[in-house]
């Protein structure tokens, strides 16, 4: 080891210290942005995934999506105006694509 | 010479001394209470468990802090080379016992707690039958609970810790038993010997107390004599006494005597020559950087080797860490290892210099005091064996670390 | 158009959220591994691991959010706070507001250490592997629709990762290098009780 003295020692650390904060702060700022962009793609992976939107678009037509993800979800709009099937409870709640 | 007060009366070799001679001898434990403070601040009691504190600050502090204190006797005596709380113990519990009645009168106590080494069955034994034996209803709800067998077991927060969360691990965080101890509460934690003296100053007052000691030290004080002397045990002596005039009680000491360690293996080491004239009282080698501790007197000859002993109780020390942190566990470790290596294979300059870094460097560091005590007694080697320390040939065989080694 | 919106965003804020919370696990799990490298000093494990969580909160907060005001659910706050109290998958939606809840207890507690000391802390901070799990259930739960092939992929890969460190850090034990000293004292000065 070479010989240091305390000073320069003491120096390094709190500059390695200083580094390693700064690497967590822009690990931090990365995770954010790419929750961000996170919730972005998944909207789109969602919106696709679901029948009857291939967009975020205020269609209608309940036509299945032409993105060729599959689909688990099988149901399509049963009532005559509903482009997205929102809930399976059967409890009658109007959906509608329209605005 | 001797002035025997604690251990006045029948032969110590009958045991413990029954209630009924208890108070034949002594007469009832007297009625005192609050204002006992007071005489125990004209006295000047130091306590005897290790730190010499003055007793009437302690108790003022206590009684300031809240109410209904918890009184702790501590019986733990963790030093492996004293012996003087256990035959205390197992010669005299009623004194014991009388001085934690004074204090829990003194301060409204809520409770009593005996906290005896678990190792130390005569002590046990004494303590469990003198208290069945006693009347007063703050004794009989006093609790007798084991000390565990490790060194630091025995310091004040540990045996706090011990009452609070039955883990009897020591640390210098706030807030202190004094302040905030068992339940909350503002805790006296005592050395039984301390608790004896207060069991007679409440009887006879301060001015007796006063009456004993030399050279400006007060009362008397039990010391264990250890090591290279003919009659080693535990003598009662006035405070103020010199370390060669207790060497002469033991029988003597060896011509060829080397140095003598002062306090156990919390206090520090002293070239015989200047022990010598030492006075034995707390005031006094406080002017010398040293403290009386627990009173342990040990005496090691020139025959014996000064690296060695340093080695085997750096080592002993270092095993007693409780692994709460890293610089006692590992800087004790550290500095046992390279004194085991000046012992074992001879002085080298890199350990030597290794010692004295890593001594300065552990000091304070600790989440209690246990590494600066064991610092402490390290650097006081280094000074008085420093002859030996840089010429050491190798010739100590290495042992498997041991507890409660003498 | 805003109702599918807020749909859209609910489910994928979910989804960000269950991968920030394993994130946010698998470092805790790292962290009592302290491992530590040149340039990435110990407390920086730790670090990242208090700050993704607050992350996490912020992106749960938004898939509670946009779902509760979504008019089409009709959920309404109380189903966000009290477990089970939705019409809407009343079961695994419920098992969202349990998991969400244990969360925020976790990281308030974690904020209030001073408060409440450290073994209360550790206590509920234990939370969190109930917290996990639950979560990844009700994501499963909430919807025949969750079972679409992005989302069962990201789930899939997150219980992986996690099961994955959870045994590693069974198997290479705490680096801890005075766990085991600290161990042996502890039963040593343990109360007994009088001999």
New interface residues.
């Given amino acids: 080891m070479t010989r240091m003295n305390h000073l320069e020692e003491v120096q390094s650390m709190i500059s390695a210290r200083g580094r390693a904060q700064r690497l967590l702060n822009t690990l931090t700022a990365g995770v954010a942005v790419a929750a961000v962009a996170g919730v972005g793609a998944f909207g789109y992976l969602s919106a696709a995934t679901l029948p009857g939107a291939t967009s975020l678009s205020t269609s209608t037509i309940s036509t299945t999506s032409s993105s060729g993800t599959t689909s688990s979800s099988s149901s399509f709009g049963l009532s005559s105006s509903s482009g997205t099937v929102r809930s399976s409870s059967g409890s009658g709640v109007a959906v509608s694509g329209g605005s | 010479m001797s002035r025997l007060r604690l251990l006045a009366g029948p032969d110590l070799s009958l045991g413990a001394e029954r209630l009924h001679a208890h108070i034949e001898r002594l007469g009832p434990p007297p009625v005192v209470r609050g204002a006992l403070i007071d005489v125990l601040e004209t006295s000047g009691l130091t306590g005897r468990g290790g730190a010499s504190f003055p007793v009437a600050r302690k108790w003022r502090s206590v009684a300031h802090h809240g109410s209904g204190p918890v009184v702790v006797a501590n019986g733990a005596e963790g030093e492996p080379q004293s012996l003087k709380d256990r035959v205390l113990m197992s010669t005299r519990p009623h004194l014991v016992l009388d001085g934690a009645l004074l204090a829990a009168r003194a301060l409204k106590a809520s409770q009593v707690v005996l906290y005896v080494g678990?190792e130390h069955?005569a002590s046990?034994a004494a303590m469990a039958g003198a208290l069945a034996q006693r009347p007063e209803p703050e004794l009989r709800r006093a609790r007798?609970?084991?000390a565990?067998?490790?060194y630091v077991?025995g310091e004040s927060s540990?045996a706090v810790h011990?009452l609070e969360a039955?883990?009897?691990?020591p640390t210098s965080k706030p807030p202190e038993p004094h302040i905030a101890g068992v339940g909350g509460a503002p805790t006296l934690v005592q050395n039984v010997e301390t608790l004896a003296h207060i069991a007679l100053i409440g009887r006879y007052g301060a001015d007796w107390f006063r009456s004993a000691g030399r050279r400006g030290g007060a009362g008397t004080v039990l010391i264990t004599i250890a090591g290279a002397v003919p009659s080693p045990g535990v003598v009662e002596i006035e405070a103020g006494t010199t370390v060669r005039e207790v060497l002469d009680m033991a029988g003597g000491s060896d011509p060829a005597a080397r140095a003598v360690l002062i306090g156990g293996y919390f206090g520090a080491w002293v070239d015989f020559t200047t022990a010598q004239d030492l006075a034995l009282d707390p005031a006094a080698l406080r002017e010398h950087g040293l403290g009386l501790g627990c009173g342990v007197v040990g005496v090691i000859s020139a025959r014996g080797c000064g690296v060695c002993e340093t080695a085997r109780i750096m080592r002993y020390l270092a095993g007693e860490?409780?692994?709460?942190?890293?610089p006692c566990?590992?800087g004790l470790r550290a500095l046992a290892d390279a004194c085991g290596r000046i012992a074992e294979k001879g002085s080298n300059a890199d350990d030597l210099a290794r010692l004295h870094r890593w001594a300065r460097d552990v000091r304070g560091r600790g989440a209690c005091r246990h590494p600066d005590g064991a610092v402490t007694f390290l650097q006081s080697a280094l000074h008085t064996f420093a002859p030996e320390f840089s010429a050491h040939p190798a010739h100590w065989r290495a042992q498997a670390p041991g507890r409660g080694v003498a | 158009m805003t109702d599918q919106l807020l749909w859209y965003t609910t489910r994928a804020a979910g989804a960000v959220s269950l991968v920030l919370l394993t994130a946010v696990v698998i470092l805790g799990v790292l962290s009592a591994l302290r491992f530590k490298a040149a340039g990435w000093p110990a407390f920086l494990t730790t670090g990242l691991h208090r700050n993704v969580a607050l992350v996490t909160l912020v992106f749960l907060g938004l898939h509670i959010v946009t779902a509760v005001v979504d008019p089409f659910t009709n959920l309404g706050w109380v189903s966000a706070i009290v477990p089970f109290s939705s019409y809407y998958r009343t079961f695994w939606l419920g098992l969202g507001t349990i998991a969400a809840e244990l969360l925020v207890a976790v990281v308030v507690t974690s904020l209030l250490r001073g408060l409440i000391g450290h073994a209360a802390w550790r206590v509920i901070h234990w939370l969190t592997y109930a917290s996990w799990p639950i979560g990844v259930i009700h994501g499963l739960g909430t919807g025949t629709d969750a079972w679409s092939a992005w989302f069962f992929g990201v789930t899939c890969a997150c219980v992986a990762a996690v099961g994955f460190a959870v045994v590693y850090r069974l198997v290479a034990g705490s680096r801890d290098?005075?766990a085991a000293?600290?161990a042996?004292?502890?039963s040593?000065?343990?109360?007994?009780s009088?001999?």
Wanted: charge should be positive.
């Fill in positions: 678990e069955r046990w007798l609970v084991a565990p067998h490790r077991a540990a011990l039955s883990i009897a691990s860490s409780s692994a709460q942190c890293g566990f590992f | 290098p005075l000293p600290r042996s004292f502890r040593e000065v343990e109360r007994k009088e001999p």
